[in-house]
């Protein structure tokens, strides 16, 4: 029997949300860098600096990059790990996949990709020196098998790290359902022209646990040493556990 699951706020059969999720992110695909930009007035990029900083990546690591979407992150590892590494690139959805591929080409980059699903990645155990994702977990309809997946890949001694919107500083919090629930929706009508795909957006990230929450998935898995950052107030936390 096949089980529930949310999509935002709403109850969906746990088969549905892929398909639906694919839908969001197939319509906004093609304006997704922009509206980032807008979105977060730019700090998604420092958040994805921060991130490539405690991720522990050098020149000649191996690196997977899990919902790699437009490839922000994917960038700036293959910048770091040089001509002797690489990285992979992975998502669920081709066109993102696409639109990640192609920023990177652009850069003069390359990165091997695969469309796949989070929860069944296709890559040996002990692969990578580094597992990410970034703002893609919240979307998986099983986050801790795509959590137990990501460790498994990893090598021991490797990181498994998460950024991922989160619970802010309480004090913040009727602002920022504020702009979640009136402006955002509203930067999705003008701009992406799909006001439905950034309220689920919002709703997505109220589903999503919360720091501790996360923490404990990840420990989970068997990975060590588990801690968080908050960015931004606690909006976004990065996480990051070691595998033994």
Same mark, same amino acid.
Not at 52 to 74: N, Q, T, W
Not at 222 to 243: C, D, Q, S, T
């Given at each position: 029997?096949?089980?529930?699951?949310?999509?935002?706020?709403?109850?969906?059969?746990?088969?549905?949300?892929?398909?639906?999720?694919?839908?969001?992110?197939?319509?906004?695909?093609?304006?997704?860098?922009?509206?980032?930009?807008?979105?977060?007035?730019?700090?998604?990029?420092?958040?994805?600096?921060?991130?490539?900083?405690?991720?522990?990546?050098?020149?000649?690591?191996?690196? =997977?990059?899990?919902?790699?979407?437009?490839?922000?992150?994917? !960038?700036?590892? &293959? *910048?770091?790990?040089? $001509?002797? @590494?690489? /990285?992979?690139?992975?998502?669920?959805?081709?066109?993102?996949?696409?639109?990640?591929?192609?920023?990177?080409?652009?850069?003069?980059?390359?990165?091997?990709?695969?469309?796949?699903?989070?929860?069944?990645?296709?890559?040996?155990?002990?692969?990578?020196?580094?597992?990410?994702?970034?703002?893609? =977990?919240?979307?998986?309809?099983?986050?801790?098998?795509?959590? !137990?997946?990501? &460790? *498994?890949?990893?090598? $021991?001694? @490797?990181? /498994?790290?998460?950024?991922?919107?989160?619970?802010?500083?309480?004090?913040?919090?009727?602002?920022?359902?504020?702009?979640?629930?009136?402006?955002?929706?509203?930067?999705?009508?003008?701009?992406?022209?799909?006001?439905?795909?950034?309220?689920?957006?919002?709703?997505?990230?109220?589903?999503?646990?919360?720091?501790?929450?996360?923490?404990?998935?990840?420990?989970?898995?068997?990975? &060590? *040493?588990?801690?968080?950052?908050?960015?931004?107030?606690?909006?976004?936390?990065?996480?990051?556990?070691?595998?033994?």
């Amino acid at each position: 029997m096949t089980g529930k699951t949310h999509f935002g706020y709403r109850e969906v059969p746990e088969g549905e949300k892929a398909k639906r999720v694919g839908e969001v992110f197939s319509s906004v695909a093609p304006s997704y860098d922009v509206m980032n930009d807008l979105m977060s007035l730019g700090l998604h990029r420092l958040w994805k600096r921060f991130a490539l900083e405690m991720s522990g990546v050098r020149e000649g690591s191996k690196v =997977l990059d899990v919902a790699s979407g437009s490839g922000d992150l994917a !960038a700036a590892f &293959a *910048r770091r790990v040089g $001509p002797t @590494g690489h /990285v992979w690139m992975t998502d669920i959805n081709a066109e993102m996949l696409g639109v990640g591929r192609d920023k990177l080409l652009d850069a003069g980059l390359f990165a091997p990709l695969a469309l796949c699903d989070a929860e069944k990645l296709p890559f040996p155990a002990n692969s990578f020196d580094c597992v990410s994702v970034a703002f893609g =977990l919240r979307n998986m309809t099983h986050k801790d098998r795509a959590l !137990a997946e990501m &460790a *498994r890949v990893a090598r $021991p001694g @490797g990181r /498994v790290i998460v950024l991922e919107f989160s619970r802010p500083w309480k004090p913040l919090a009727r602002a920022y359902d504020a702009y979640s629930f009136g402006i955002l929706p509203r930067l999705g009508k003008y701009v992406a022209r799909d006001e439905a795909a950034y309220r689920y957006l919002a709703e997505s990230i109220r589903m999503h646990p919360d720091q501790e929450t996360l923490k404990a998935m990840m420990e989970a898995t068997g990975l &060590a *040493r588990v801690e968080y950052f908050n960015l931004a107030a606690g909006v976004v936390a990065l996480h990051r556990g070691w595998k033994t």
